[in-house]
């Protein structure tokens, strides 16, 4: 049964609960007519019936009218005399315990405490009245009985706190959820403006520095100068306004589900040829034949190319010749972006978070990634499962 379908039969069970016990009620009362008891008597249990009844219903959205007018009546069954015993042993008086479920499962756990004393100083009024009524029955008879009665309303408070702290449990969990669905988007955004916007940035800044060093215009020159320096600032500004959006890495997702971003491996060439200048020597070379990669892979192979480029171009004095290829094997395709050190490292601020992406793309994708730092530059290395090596270890 779904939770749309038992919504539709609550009304239908309540109503047929509240007409069950009234009738129940209805027969009792009717027999203790037949025994003997006053006419008076016999509407005043009916009455008190009838408002615990309403109190069961208004409880639903109005707990603490509902539970009072439910004391109220259980008040009135008590203290009125009676035929032989209690009067708050008619079915309608389990309405009482539903109210104080309702109040628990709605108030602070302090109110719902002051409720449950009610109810205890309810059952203790009802005893003692009892006691007095009939003298002749032991006292051990009204201790067990109202012992019963606080188990069973105690048990009824236990029950609701319970299942209120569970229900509780399950909307904090699913608030978790949802806040860290949130900030995966969140870092998912933030890798894919690091990605395209600052590889393309730092491609063009680079682009215009060889051309201000191969012109022969010193006012060219100067003018190229300037706006390289201003490309520059304005990818500082951009990681700036990156830093907003979050954390650069979130804990992946237990079923992770790549974005779905217009690139392949086929982009590869053109984005190398791109960024190559008369003072960046950027080449591809794939060796092996290709092999078909999930969604997540590709999407990891063409970022760490692009970020292994942009590091190039942003952290290295050029001339800079950087080599981009692909390695295939059956079992995976190894993405390797190596530089030659250029003429030296520049010093382009605070670190960004951009290989930090890319390892989560990386991992996410089932691959590792590795950074190298030798005498002779920088080796960016990506090892990605093709399908068939992902078929293998399942």
Same mark, same amino acid.
């Given at each position: 049964?779904?939770?749309?379908?038992?919504?539709?039969?609550?009304? $239908?069970?309540?109503?047929?609960?509240?007409?069950?016990?009234?009738?129940?009620?209805?027969? =009792?009362? $009717?027999?203790?007519?037949?025994?003997?008891?006053?006419?008076?008597?016999?509407?005043?249990?009916?009455?008190?019936?009838?408002?615990?009844?309403?109190?069961?219903?208004?409880?639903?959205?109005?707990?603490?009218?509902?539970?009072?007018?439910?004391?109220?009546?259980?008040?009135?069954?008590?203290?009125?005399?009676?035929?032989?015993?209690?009067?708050?042993?008619?079915?309608?008086?389990?309405?009482?315990?539903?109210?104080?479920?309702?109040?628990?499962?709605?108030?602070?756990?302090?109110?719902?405490?002051?409720?449950?004393?009610?109810?205890?100083?309810?059952?203790?009024?009802?005893?003692?009245?009892?006691?007095?009524?009939?003298?002749?029955?032991?006292?051990?008879?009204?201790?067990?009985?109202?012992?019963?009665?606080?188990?069973?309303?105690?048990?009824?408070?236990?029950?609701?706190?319970?299942?209120?702290?569970?229900?509780?449990?399950?909307?904090?969990?699913?608030?978790?959820?949802?806040?860290?669905?949130?900030?995966?988007?969140?870092?998912? =955004?933030?890798?894919?403006?690091?990605?395209?916007?600052?590889?393309?940035?730092?491609?063009?800044?680079?682009?215009?520095?060889?051309?201000?060093?191969?012109?022969?215009?010193?006012?060219?020159?100067?003018?190229?100068?300037?706006?390289?320096?201003?490309?520059?600032?304005?990818?500082?500004?951009?990681?700036?306004?990156?830093?907003?959006?979050?954390?650069?890495?979130?804990?992946?997702?237990?079923?992770?589900?790549?974005?779905?971003?217009?690139?392949?491996?086929?982009?590869?060439?053109?984005?190398?040829?791109?960024?190559?200048?008369?003072?960046?020597?950027?080449?591809?070379?794939?060796?092996?034949?290709?092999?078909?990669?999930?969604?997540?892979?590709?999407?990891?192979?063409?970022?760490?190319?692009?970020?292994?480029?942009?590091?190039?171009?942003?952290?290295?004095?050029?001339?800079?010749?950087?080599?981009?290829?692909?390695?295939?094997?059956?079992?995976?395709?190894?993405?390797?972006?190596?530089?030659?050190?250029?003429?030296?490292?520049?010093?382009?601020?605070?670190?960004?978070?951009?290989?930090?992406?890319?390892?989560?793309?990386?991992?996410?994708?089932?691959?590792?990634?590795?950074?190298?730092?030798?005498?002779?530059?920088?080796?960016?290395?990506?090892?990605?499962?093709?399908?068939?090596?992902?078929?293998?270890?399942?």
């Amino acid at each position: 049964m779904t939770a749309s379908q038992r919504r539709s039969t609550w009304p $239908a069970t309540t109503v047929v609960a509240h007409v069950v016990l009234a009738l129940l009620t209805m027969l =009792i009362l $009717a027999g203790v007519w037949h025994l003997g008891a006053d006419l008076w008597q016999i509407f005043t249990a009916a009455g008190a019936a009838v408002l615990l009844h309403v109190g069961a219903v208004v409880a639903h959205r109005r707990p603490w009218v509902g539970y009072a007018i439910g004391a109220l009546a259980m008040l009135v069954l008590v203290t009125m005399p009676f035929l032989g015993w209690s009067p708050s042993m008619l079915p309608s008086a389990v309405c009482f315990p539903l109210t104080l479920w309702r109040l628990t499962s709605l108030v602070s756990v302090r109110s719902s405490v002051v409720a449950l004393a009610v109810a205890a100083l309810g059952i203790v009024l009802t005893e003692l009245v009892a006691w007095a009524r009939l003298p002749p029955d032991p006292g051990w008879t009204r201790l067990v009985e109202g012992g019963l009665l606080m188990l069973v309303v105690g048990g009824v408070w236990l029950a609701a706190l319970l299942v209120r702290r569970r229900h509780e449990a399950g909307r904090r969990a699913e608030s978790e959820r949802l806040a860290a669905a949130v900030a995966d988007e969140r870092a998912s =955004i933030r890798r894919d403006l690091h990605d395209v916007i600052a590889h393309t940035v730092t491609v063009m800044v680079a682009r215009i520095e060889a051309a201000a060093v191969t012109t022969a215009d010193p006012a060219t020159r100067r003018e190229l100068g300037d706006i390289a320096e201003a490309g520059r600032d304005a990818h500082q500004g951009l990681r700036a306004m990156l830093a907003t959006l979050g954390p650069a890495t979130v804990a992946p997702r237990a079923d992770p589900r790549p974005r779905q971003v217009p690139i392949s491996l086929d982009a590869l060439p053109d984005l190398v040829a791109s960024a190559a200048s008369p003072l960046h020597a950027v080449t591809f070379a794939e060796v092996g034949e290709r092999r078909p990669l999930s969604l997540s892979a590709e999407v990891a192979a063409v970022r760490t190319v692009q970020e292994g480029i942009t590091n190039a171009l942003r952290h290295l004095e050029p001339p800079v010749e950087v080599t981009v290829r692909l390695r295939w094997t059956p079992a995976e395709v190894v993405v390797e972006v190596r530089d030659d050190g250029g003429k030296a490292l520049r010093d382009v601020g605070s670190q960004g978070t951009g290989l930090m992406g890319i390892e989560e793309r990386v991992r996410t994708a089932g691959g590792t990634l590795s950074i190298d730092d030798g005498d002779d530059g920088w080796v960016l290395r990506a090892r990605l499962p093709t399908k068939e090596g992902n078929d293998r270890t399942k």
